[in-house]
T-cell receptor
Framework: AQTVTQSQPEMSVQEAETVTLSCTYDTSESNYYLFWYKQPPSRQMILVIRQEAYKQQNATENRFSVNFQKAAKSFSLKISDSQLGDTAMYFCAFMPAPGGDMRFGAGTRLTVKP | GAGVSQTPSNKVTEKGKYVELRCDPISGHTALYWYRQSLGQGPEFLIYFQGTGAADDSGLPNDRFFAVRPEGSVSTLKIQRTERGDSAVYLC?????????????FGPGTRLTVT
């Protein structure tokens, strides 16, 4: 069974600085997809960034980028120039096949301080 | 276009009662997912529909939980004989079979409280 581990229950960062959230996963699959979702207090899960395992290049979306290390089964999220609106729970998620169910980590609560 | 909607947003029920939670996916999305999120945890997969049929129901915790999607659009999650341990936020997501088929769009969830 696939498992996703987020070892940082809580993190904080000063506004405008950079923060990295960690995620590791366990799978025997060779092809899969990885995601970072943001969940603000409104409960709405918002996709932040995704990575296809067959792509070696790390995904980037504006201030958000990932460090995908397939051999180490590691998928960290870097948030640059942190903004107050980035304050939320962040979940790492694994999907073994397109259209399949996702497995989520327990989440990291990120607080951006002014 | 509207996103995924879920009703009710909050539901309080007594132990032993029956509840139904509704999910309206994004129009045209063929895949629909139900997840359960307990306090302080990440979402946990319950069931996945492709069209009208359940493609994977391996996450349903027991036979008190059942979900339907009779016309391939709206889905209802049904919980019989509710228990206090069923209290959680129930999230629904949908995705398309075209383009980025692996991107799931989530609704705001239904917070179920069993007293």
């Amino acid at each position: 069974a696939q498992t996703v581990t987020q070892s940082q229950p809580e993190m904080s960062v000063q506004e405008a600085e950079t923060v990295t959230l960690s995620c590791t996963y366990d799978t025997s699959e060779s092809n899969y997809y990885l995601f970072w979702y943001k969940q603000p207090p409104s409960r709405q899960m918002i996709l932040v960034i995704r990575q296809e395992a067959y792509k070696q290049q790390n995904a980037t979306e504006n201030r958000f980028s990932v460090n995908f290390q397939k051999a180490a089964k590691s998928f960290s999220l870097k948030i640059s120039d942190s903004q107050l609106g980035d304050t939320a729970m962040y979940f790492c998620a694994f999907m073994p096949a397109p259209g399949g169910d996702m497995r989520f980590g327990a989440g990291t609560r990120l607080t951006v301080k002014p | 276009g509207a996103g995924v909607s879920q009703t009710p947003s909050n539901k309080v029920t007594e132990k032993g009662k029956y509840v139904e939670l509704r999910c309206d996916p994004i129009s045209g999305h063929t895949a629909l997912y139900w997840y359960r999120q307990s306090l302080g945890q990440g979402p946990e997969f319950l069931i996945y529909f492709q069209g009208t049929g359940a493609a994977d129901d391996s996450g349903l915790p027991n036979d008190r939980f059942f979900a339907v999607r009779p016309e391939g659009s709206v889905s209802t999650l049904k919980i019989q004989r509710t228990e206090r341990g069923d209290s959680a936020v129930y999230l629904c997501a949908s995705s398309s079979d075209r383009g980025l088929i692996y991107e799931q769009y989530f609704g705001p969830g239904t917070r179920l409280t069993v007293t």
